[in-house]
């Protein structure tokens, strides 16, 4: 009996998102020929991402596999269709100013940036490693264009080959993992590869390979060695996506993979223990000597990318102990990505402003005596950074609970030390900015410069980004509550 | 030794010729045109192994259509010889022996796991008829992977766009 | 209404003197002089009258022990069984002891006020001077009214305050910021003992009440503890004499107390001769059931004092400065005292105490009148000639200086006499420290001769034409006058039944202290007979000494110098004081210094720990920076990095296999 | 009424600190008196406990439970002791004292200042409330940030690497605190302390004896931190002497407390075997800290680093005196800690105001200052003399008593730190003397003008203050009895030493009362062990 | 009949040599070229194990990497023209403005 060539209306209802996000991008493609009003296309493209975030609920309310089991519509991927919905949507917002400030195309931007969207959503949602491969060129590909978007700049082309090179370099790995999966079980569906033997090397070296390909994705250490480039050469509110959509769309999928494949799941945990020490030293001890802003959060990122495999150690441990309960792990990991995908949205957005025009104004001297000049901005940065640092009544401080939590109830005493010592350093470099904004005396230049402008789109995202910080650092039952419902979890088990 | 058997190392020996080839030729149209043997010759790999459909994909579309575009971009750029710098330390000798020592491990593995593989249609290995199997193909990209199928046009669409603002010249 | 109404308020008596010093310490520095003196002198003068009172009702009351508690100070509560753990009450106490002192403290307090009138006319900061002596007189009546240990340790503490800021009075001299500093110090390294001591008896018997305490102690048969023996006895003894030590200035505490010479010579009467270091003599006589548990505590107490005595008194043989020498006979006299003590003649130690306060303030007022005349010049090597310039000062000062020398029937002599004999009949070495007390009497009287001769007689070495000496007014030598009288015959209160007398001091102490029995027998030889002979050595002693300085100093005028010469060495050893400061100096206080600037701090701090931190932080930065290296902008080096990643990974899956690490938990 | 007081006594601050923000920023004059009456309206808030909570209540008074997160647990519970209760209104007095003192010395950037002040003293108000562990550390990282910037904007040349310091010093600390209340939440099932004590009490076994060690050093290293203990104390010397004067004295009076009162609230409470375990390397620390704290206080030619090193030495005392796990020598430590804060704020006090006449903390520079400012002189040898212990001033009780309980026990211990007294004569004296007395050398230090009416009000209240605590301790002993007696119970269960009996009877037989008593805490901890 | 390890392990050569050019190489189009290679393999692998299980999804994965292949090749042509527009050189060596 062959499957119906025509999907039924409930496989659209699962991937409404995704549709709706590739239907605003096309459609922007359509008209931009014919309208030149480039907020035209910011109100469009917000509408857009809203509007698949928002319905991503429907397509919640209709759990289940789609599409022959290549997807699943659970909790679980509605989570990360609400993150990478709403981080789409900031980044629209905060991209409006930009553009017209560096004088790009706009309408090729937000098309791109909702294929990229719709990229992370099939990777949220993927049951099947095909589908979750398709997903991730889509966003890798969108993103690879959107890091050379500013053409004029050299800096930027050169971040896009990079991304381009290394990331297809790391596509290879992850596909050819995929192939061995696939030699070994015979399938490529996430839930049927239980009938491979566990103890095969093939599947090992499967799994080792994607593992490898996501790693890049998420910039573990030592494959975290693009991110620093990338990032700093991208336009900054790409930037700001790149650290929040495609991070987070990987990590979804990782969390697939290495809690449904039993093969990957048991003791595991040595490789998470080890990419976490690294990528959380790499981040943070090379966040210590920068001087340009940019890149020291490009370097943060790495940190905090360490931090989330600190949870992945826990939940890789978690599902090698029969009597655990990897549920708090999980919920760590979530919980990190939205406090992290919120607070570095707001400072790559911060940044983005201040760089002004040609983004000249990246080093942390340039932030020097803002919090005179710009009190409203510096406080918002300072929140940030704190929230970055893991600072009580922030976002990042309970983000950092969970993890430590989760690495101490798996016994994980000492990676949570180590994490610990992290903390520290980072604090180091979070705080020399904070200190350079409130305690330095500003440059000639900077003192004789106009104020930065923060137009209304801007103040949106600010004001979304700041106060979900704090809304989340004070009242995180809500989400808490979300991630933790047992079918987002038990879906995934 | 079978027929097969031979031609399958005349191609492998070919295809491994074709990508040494690809590394120490000097011009990059060299190593394109290398790259184009290594493709021929997995396409009768291919053909040996009975996937028709897809060695003749892999004629058609990458051979042809891709690697084309490779070239037209290296006529179009005017790419020279290749500068043989060596400012990377890392991608020198240890660079090198890395990606060895790597090969050699994956090749190794999956060496070895001849009898993990996971076999569901018999030893014989013999895919139901050719004919048939373009057909399966078709029914399997349309109805089972109908969702992903439908995704690579979107990303199709990216790759255009991506093309036109990166190559595009504004006036 | 109890019909003893200054007993019930002794609280009053000390009260005064602090209401004086806080008005004129903070109302007094725009007030003329005559308004601060009214509120001192009203206050020290009310203090004594209520003390007066209160002795008269205690006699009254039939010398009842007499014991107040005005409120908790400190308390700890003890929550499981009720009461306190540690209480620490501002209870005073009065008992026969206390009316000595009090008696000493508020009459020789309030004389040396009125001289202070006088005295501190025409210097600046009047005001000060009179609020810091109201203070000491606070401190020295919490001292001696205190009723437990700690309370006493405020006034102890408190009086060592006192001279701190009295010795410091001429803030503007360093050498005299110096003295006070370095009394306190010292003062406080004695203090340093004295709490440790009164820790570890409030670890055995839980109390520092005296009434409390001593009742445990004479009540519940503690064992005596034999020599060599460190019981809790010994070792708290030991500690509280230490703190004595500091206060009263014995070995090897004592080199803060001639240095304090640097404050005003009221001041060096007061506190520096008569009532503040005496204080650890009461402490040790108000100790003395403990000390009475302890032969090591008594023979230490004793050689300690004889040592002292001995030790200052060489060392004032060859001092020139009129204060300096006066402070070394207050050493050798307290060392006295505490010899005294040890052998367990407590009431000749107290006794010589008192007597002590009469000659030895009359002394220091004398000093002082005679500096006064002399418009502050204190060498004697530049007086002379005195006797007939200031006759009043004269005469006062020579009655004190027999006094002092102990020759009968001034005062100085029963007390002396009494701890000498004392001494003698002690088994413990007592035949040494009589001996060597008997040598200290000699040398006594010789250098306090020598002072008056050099002093008041001979040829006048100074220069007439700059120094306009002048008798002082009678507000100074009122008081010299009464202390003079209380000089002569306060003596025989305690003239021994040798002379006929009855003893009304030992008796009266009797009491409070324990008695040192004086065998009907010493040395096979009759009780009576001995201590005539005794008394007749002494007295001879004495006057050995009188006449050695009459001839060196008056017959033989070149003589002290050419002994000085022959004696070299011997006699710079005394003039430097035997180089005790510099001893401490290097031995102590620079290596101390020395090694927290340069290795505490410089290296330590500095080096060590924080240099640890910042090494720390820098490794990071340089681990940071090294790691900066693999980020060269080149791509190839970045895919060889995902290749060594890639083998990593691989590495890890393929070949750890180690079990997870379970730490530290049982659940 | 769903808040009590003592959420009015947390985030009154907080409130005025926004209400701050509304004013104009220009309008100096009405933003001090805004601060100020905010901060004295709180001081009277503060009072309001001692009427609120009975003298001898166990446990803690005044409670208010919220739930705030449901996973983990986490709740907003607060409550005071005789412990807390203090310290409270020791924050309460000094953040007026504070403002009162930057009256006229902070001129830039008034009005963060002054929210900066106020965002403080919530901080450190509610880590003394907190009776939630999770709530404390909030509180706890919450108060750093006010700091560093207190010390960052408003401090002194070096005040950037002074302020990083701190943050990085107090950071690396509280993280691992963090991983430790983690771990104590799994294994206990709760953040609440009264709960956790339950748990912890009921079933010994829940921890293994490393892993209590573990968790005790996670705990007390961040404490020790902030205490700060030797070796980890250089952070303070650097903080102090950048810190503007209210900086300092909000600093060493009120946050190095925060050590010691968390040792007493939580190390000691929750891990008495491995405090016990731990005491006699703890109290070797502390007495290296006392002495070498002094030493090093003795030779700093900078005023202000000077007294800071003192406040290492203090501190040692109550380090000494918590880990003497006896009742007298714990609330020695609870009255030191007070003692201190006022006596070092002081001094504190003083230092800024010479600070504000010349400019400078070198005590070359000053000399025979006594001259001009008869005043000051007076007042600082006041703080002075109450800083080393002068009986009947504030800092005599608490080192008295901390010596006098660790004596009971453990003689060596108090006779080592004992010596601290005779030190913090030195260099108080020896420092007051370069300062104030001799001959001015500096003809410019001739001129500077005696205390103003503004300084002498604060050096007025200072010295009152001091006196009463000095005087009237029972006071406030009598209320932190129950609280310290309640921690000695939950570290020392068995109390063998503190009988009632109002004396000890001598030795039967004859046999002797040694000074060298045995190592009794060691048999207790013995005992301890054979239970599990 | 061909043994599939036989195909395995050709094209874990193949892979690794891909590998090899990667990092070999200095031209930026070459070195894309040598992805293309390393995808190459994986096709290779994906076919045998097709023929190994005798399922045709193998199959349809080879047909989707070579989509992507293409979509891939767009971009990344697209970006090399970027890149050698701006700067006039191939060489991935002399494109390090990003750096440390």
């Known amino acids: 009996m062959l499957p119906s060539a025509i999907p039924t209306p409930e496989d659209f209802y699962r991937v409404l998102p995704e549709v709706l996000w590739c239907g605003f991008g096309t459609l922007i493609m359509l008209l931009q020929p014919f309208v030149k009003n480039r907020h035209f296309f910011t109100f469009l493209a917000l509408t857009g991402a809203l509007l698949g975030t928002g319905l991503s609920v429907i397509s919640g309310a209709f759990a289940g596999p789609g599409f022959h089991g290549l997807i699943e519509s659970d909790a679980f991927s509605v989570f990360f269709h609400l993150l990478v919905g709403t981080v789409a949507a900031l980044v629209v917002l905060a991209a409006d100013p930009y553009l017209e400030r560096e004088n790009l195309a706009a309408a090729e931007f937000y098309a791109l940036l909702l294929f990229a969207t719709a990229g992370m959503g099939v990777l949220a949602g993927a049951q099947e490693l095909l589908t979750a491969f398709v997903g991730l060129e889509m966003s890798s590909i969108a993103s690879y264009v959107l890091a050379g978007y500013r053409r004029d700049s050299l800096k930027s082309g050169e971040s896009a080959m990079k991304y381009f090179l290394l990331g297809s370099f790391a596509t290879a790995f992850f596909l050819y993992g995929i192939a061995m999966v696939y030699g070994a079980t015979g399938t490529t569906l996430l839930n049927q590869m239980g009938a491979g033997n566990p103890q095969s090397n093939l599947l090992k070296l499967g799994l080792a390979m994607i593992l490898i390909g996501l790693c890049f994705k998420v910039a573990a250490a030592p494959f975290q060695i693009w991110t620093p480039d990338v990032y700093e050469g991208a336009p900054t509110p790409v930037t700001a996506l790149f650290s929040a959509g495609p991070k987070a769309g990987a990590f979804a999928l990782m969390l697939r993979i290495f809690a449904t494949v039993p093969a990957a799941t048991h003791l595991w945990f040595w490789a998470f223990w080890i990419l976490a020490v690294l990528t959380m030293f790499a981040g943070n001890l090379g966040a210590l000597v920068q001087t340009n802003l940019k890149r020291l959060l490009a370097y943060s990122s790495i940190a905090h990318a360490g931090y989330i495999l600190v949870a992945f150690a826990a939940v890789t441990y978690m599902t090698s102990d029969l009597n655990g309960s990897a549920g708090p792990a999980y919920a760590a990991v979530l919980f990190y990505l939205v406090s992290y995908a919120m607070v570095k949205i707001g400072a790559f957005t911060i940044v983005s402003q201040i760089g002004g025009a040609g983004e000249k104004h990246l080093s942390i001297d340039d932030y020097a005596g803002l919090g005179q000049r710009q009190p409203w901005v510096a406080a918002t940065l300072s929140l940030f950074l704190l929230s970055l640092l893991g600072l009580p009544i922030t976002a990042g401080f309970f983000g950092k609970l969970y993890i430590f939590k989760a690495a101490v109830e798996s016994h994980l005493i000492w990676l949570a030390v180590i994490m610990a010592v992290n903390s520290v350093i980072g604090a180091y470099y979070y705080f020399r900015v904070i200190v350079v904004m409130y305690m330095r005396e500003p440059s000639a230049e900077m003192a004789a410069a106009p104020l930065v402008r923060f137009p209304i789109t801007v103040v949106l995202v600010l004001l979304f980004t700041a106060l979900g910080t704090v809304w989340l650092g004070v009242a995180p039952n809500q989400v808490l509550n979300f991630i933790l419902q047992p079918t987002l979890i038990g879906g995934l088990r | 030794m079978s027929a097969q058997l031979l031609v399958f190392f005349i191609l492998a020996a070919l295809s491994v010729i074709g990508a040494l080839s690809l590394i120490f030729q000097k011009h990059p149209i060299h190593s394109a045109l290398s790259l184009i043997v290594v493709m021929v010759a997995l396409a009768g790999l291919y053909l040996l192994m009975g996937a028709e459909f897809v060695a003749a994909v892999q004629i058609i579309v990458y051979g042809g259509a891709i690697m084309v575009l490779f070239v037209f971009v290296i006529m179009l750029l005017n790419a020279g010889l290749e500068e043989h710098t060596s400012i990377s330390k890392m991608a020198g000798f240890p660079g090198i022996l890395l990606a060895l020592a790597l090969t050699g491990f994956v090749a190794a593995t999956v060496a070895r796991s001849a009898g993990l593989f996971v076999q569901v249609a018999g030893d014989n290995g013999k895919i139901p008829g050719t004919l048939s199997s373009t057909r399966e193909l078709s029914n399997m990209i349309f109805r089972n992977f109908a969702y992903p199928f439908e995704l690579t046009s979107i990303l199709i669409l990216i790759a255009i766009l991506g093309a036109i603002v990166l190559a595009h010249r504004e006036n | 209404m109890s019909n003893s109404p200054m007993l019930d308020y002794l609280w009053i008596i000390l009260l005064l003197p602090l209401l004086g010093s806080a008005i004129n310490g903070l109302l007094g520095a725009k007030w003329p002089n005559k308004v601060v003196n009214t509120v001192a002198l009203g206050a020290t003068g009310l203090s004594f009258v209520c003390a007066l009172e209160a002795v008269r009702e205690f006699f009254a009351n039939g010398q009842a022990f007499v014991h107040r508690e005005y409120f908790d100070w400190i308390v700890i509560p003890d929550l499981v069984h009720g009461g306190s753990l540690f209480r620490a009450g501002f209870d005073l106490q009065m008992d026969q002891l206390t009316v000595v002192m009090l008696m000493v403290v508020t009459g020789v307090g309030f004389l040396i006020h009125i001289y202070s009138t006088g005295y501190m006319a025409h210097e600046n900061g009047y005001y000060r001077f009179f609020s810091y002596l109201n203070l000491f007189m606070f401190f020295m009546l919490i001292l001696i009214l205190a009723a437990n240990y700690v309370l006493l340790f405020v006034g102890w503490e408190g009086v060592g305050l006192a001279s701190y800021l009295l010795i410091g009075f001429y803030f503007l001299r360093n050498s005299a910021a110096d003295a006070g500093k370095k009394a306190f110090i010292v003062n406080r390294i004695g203090d340093f003992g004295f709490m440790l001591g009164m820790f570890l008896l409030f670890r055995t018997f839980k109390s520092l009440d005296f009434q409390t305490l001593f009742a445990n102690v004479s009540q519940r048969n503690w064992p005596h503890e034999p020599w060599g023996y460190f019981g809790t006895f010994t070792v708290a003894c030991l500690l509280l004499f230490m703190g004595a030590c500091g206060k009263s200035a014995q070995l090897p505490l004592y080199v803060w107390l001639p240095d304090a010479m640097e404050g005003p010579t009221p001041v060096s009467a007061l506190i520096h001769a008569a009532t503040m270091v005496t204080a650890g003599v009461y402490v040790v006589a108000r100790s003395n059931i403990l000390f009475l548990h302890s032969t090591t505590a008594m023979t230490v107490v004793a050689i300690v004092g004889c040592a002292t005595a001995f030790f200052a008194a060489t060392i004032g043989l060859v001092q020139t400065d009129i204060k300096k020498v006066l402070a070394y006979s207050t050493v050798s006299q307290l060392g006295y005292m505490f010899l005294g003590c040890g052998v367990g003649a407590f009431s000749a130690g107290i006794f010589h105490l008192m007597t002590h306060a009469f000659f030895k303030a009359l002394l220091f007022l004398s000093a002082g009148s005679v500096i006064h005349a002399m418009g502050g010049e204190q060498d004697m090597m530049k007086m002379g000639g005195l006797r007939t310039k200031i006759k009043w000062t004269f005469a006062t000062m020579l009655t004190a200086t027999i006094a002092i020398a102990g020759i009968p029937p001034f005062a100085g002599f029963f007390s002396k006499d009494a701890i000498l004999l004392g001494a003698y009949i002690n088994p413990n070495g007592g035949h040494v420290l009589y001996g060597l007390g008997l040598f200290t009497a000699l040398m006594t009287s010789f250098y306090m001769f020598r002072l008056v001769f050099l002093t008041f007689f001979g040829k006048e070495r100074y220069d007439e034409h700059h120094v306009h000496v002048h008798e002082s007014p009678w507000s100074m030598l009122g008081p010299l006058v009464i202390l003079a009288l209380l000089s002569i015959v306060g003596g025989w209160l305690a003239a021994p039944q040798l002379f006929g007398g009855v003893d009304y001091f030992r008796a009266f102490l009797n009491p409070v202290v324990g008695q040192l029995e004086i065998p009907e027998v010493i040395d096979g030889v009759a009780e009576h007979s001995m201590e005539w002979l005794l008394v007749g050595v002494a007295v001879f002693s004495a006057l050995l000494g009188l006449v050695v300085a009459y001839w060196m100093y008056l017959k033989q005028p070149g003589k002290p110098a050419s002994l000085a010469k022959s004696a070299g060495p011997i006699y710079t050893t005394l003039l430097h004081k035997y180089y005790v400061d510099e001893l401490y100096a290097a031995v102590i206080v620079a290596p101390l210094m020395w090694i927290s600037r340069n290795v505490l701090w410089k290296v330590v701090d500095v080096e060590i720990v924080d240099g640890a931190v910042n090494g720390l932080a820098h490794g990071a930065s340089a681990v940071g920076d090294a790691s900066r290296h693999t980020q060269s902008g080149n791509t190839r080096s970045y895919a060889v990095w995902v290749v060594v990643g890639a083998i990593l990974v691989i590495a890890v899956v393929f070949w750890v296999h180690l079990q997870p690490p379970v730490v530290g938990m049982v659940r | ?532 | 009949m061909v043994p599939t390890t036989y195909y395995i392990a050709l094209s874990a050569v193949l892979f690794g040599l891909g590998v090899l050019a990667f990092i070999f190489k200095r031209n930026i189009i070459t070195i894309f070229m040598s992805i293309e290679l390393m995808l190459n393999a994986v096709n290779l692998a994906f076919v045998a194990f097709s023929q190994r299980t005798g399922k045709l999804d193998g199959q349809i994965f080879v047909l989707f990497v070579i989509i992507v292949a293409a979509a891939e090749a767009a971009v990344g042509l697209g970006i090399i023209i970027l890149i050698a527009r701006n700067r006039q050189s191939l060489n991935v060596e002399r494109v390090d403005l990003l750096k440390l």
């Open chain 4, 1 to 532: 009424m769903p808040f009590g007081l003592l959420t009015v006594l947390i985030f009154f601050p907080a409130l005025g600190a926004l209400a701050l923000l509304l004013l104009r920023a220009d309008d100096h004059l009405w933003i001090r008196r805004f601060a100020m009456l905010i901060s004295v309206i709180e001081f009277i808030f503060s009072l309001l406990l001692l009427a609120k909570v009975p003298v001898s209540a166990k446990g803690y008074s005044l409670d208010e439970f919220h739930t705030w997160i449901h996973i983990p647990p986490i709740n907003y519970h607060v409550g005071v002791d005789g412990l807390s209760m203090f310290l409270v209104i020791l924050t309460a007095f000094l953040t007026p004292i504070s403002i009162l003192a930057s009256w006229s010395s902070i001129n830039h950037r008034v009005k963060e200042f002054f929210i900066m002040m106020l965002m403080l003293e919530v901080g450190v108000v509610g880590v003394f409330l907190s009776l939630d562990l999770f709530l404390f550390f909030l509180f706890w990282e919450v108060m750093l940030i006010p700091m560093a910037f207190l010390i960052g904007i408003w401090g002194h040349d070096r005040r950037i690497y002074a302020a990083v310091k701190f943050v990085i010093y107090t950071m690396a600390g509280s993280i691992l605190m963090l991983v430790g209340i983690i771990w104590l939440y799994h294994a206990t099932g709760t953040f609440d302390l009264p709960r956790i004590q339950e748990v912890l009490a009921s079933d010994l076994n829940l921890v293994d004896q490393r892993g209590e060690m573990l968790l005790f050093l996670a705990f007390f290293v961040a404490f020790a931190i902030k205490v700060p203990l030797f070796p980890l104390h250089t952070w303070l010397p650097d903080a102090h002497v950048e810190a503007p004067t209210a900086g300092s004295v909000m600093l060493a009076g009120i946050l190095l407390k925060m050590g010691t009162y968390g040792m007493m609230r939580f190390c000691l409470p929750l891990f008495p075997d491995s405090a016990h375990r731990a005491a006699p390397y703890i109290a070797v620390l502390a007495i290296i800290g006392i002495i070498y704290g002094a030493l090093v206080a003795m030779v700093q030619p900078n005023l202000k680093k000077l007294v800071a090193y003192s406040s290492v030495s203090h501190l040692g005392f109550v380090v000494l005196g918590i880990f003497a796990f006896q009742n007298i020598s714990m609330q020695g430590a609870v009255y030191q800690m007070l003692a201190h804060g006022i006596s070092t704020g002081a001094l504190f006090l003083l230092v800024g105001m010479l600070y504000d006449r010349k400019h400078t903390f070198e005590i070359s520079e000053y000399g025979g200052l006594g001259t001009p400012m008869p005043k000051l002189a007076a007042f600082f040898l006041f703080a002075a003399l109450s800083s080393l212990g002068l009986p009947i001033l504030n800092g005599f009780v608490g080192e008295y008593l901390i010596l006098l309980g660790t004596y009971q026990t453990h003689w060596q211990w108090a006779s080592w730190a004992a010596l601290g007294v005779i030190l913090s004569a030195c260099y108080l004296l020896w420092s007051y003397q370069r300062v104030f007395f001799g001959e001015i050398t500096h003809e410019k230090n001739k001129t500077l003008p005696d205390v103003s009416a503004r300084e002498r009000w604060i050096l007025v209240t200072m010295a009152i203050v001091t006196l009463w605590m000095g005087v009237g301790s029972a006071y406030i002993t009598r209320r932190t009895a129950v609280s310290s007696q309640t921690v000695i119970d939950q570290v020392n269960p068995e109390r063998l030493y503190e009988g009632t009996a109002p004396a000890a009877a001598p030795p039967a037989n004859g046999a002797h009362a040694s000074v060298l008593a045995p190592g009794l805490v060691k048999k207790i901890s013995m005992e301890r062990r054979a239970l599990r």
